[in-house]
């Protein structure tokens, strides 16, 4: 099983990232995939997700700054971060949209830090 996301780093606030996730098969195929974060003492909130047919969803607070896709022969989820705020900064992470469940609890692979400088 694999869920591994990348490219985050530190940022000035009204700049660019682009994470990238990696999925095993089983987790990505025909599955609804998301983004997620966790700012430091916050619970971990749902920011986008994508359906297989590229339907996508945005928390209010990303909408018209994030954009989330797919490659189905990469098993791999994108997010374009723009427009970037401080509130911003957490970790990222990525996961089936309802999150894969591994032993009974939700399975969350390795996250990136975005961190974003005001």
């Known amino acids: 099983v694999q869920l591994q996301a990348y490219g985050g780093g530190l940022v000035q606030a009204g700049g660019s990232l682009r994470l990238s996730c990696a999925a095993s098969?089983?987790?990505?195929?025909?599955?609804?995939m998301g983004w997620y974060r966790q700012a430091p003492g916050k619970q971990r909130e749902l920011v986008a997700t994508?359906?297989?047919?590229?339907?996508?969803v945005y928390a209010d607070s990303v909408k018209g700054r994030f954009t989330i896709s797919r490659d189905d022969a990469k098993n791999t989820v994108y997010l374009q971060m723009n427009s970037l705020k401080s509130e911003d900064t957490a970790v990222y992470y990525c996961?089936?949209?309802?999150?894969?469940?591994?032993?009974?609890?939700?399975?969350w692979g390795k996250g990136t830090q975005v961190t974003v400088s005001s």
């Open positions: 996961n089936r949209s309802p999150p894969y469940e591994k032993y009974g609890m939700d399975y």
């Open positions: 098969g089983s987790i990505f195929r025909f599955n609804t």
């Open positions: 994508i359906t297989s047919s590229r339907n996508t």
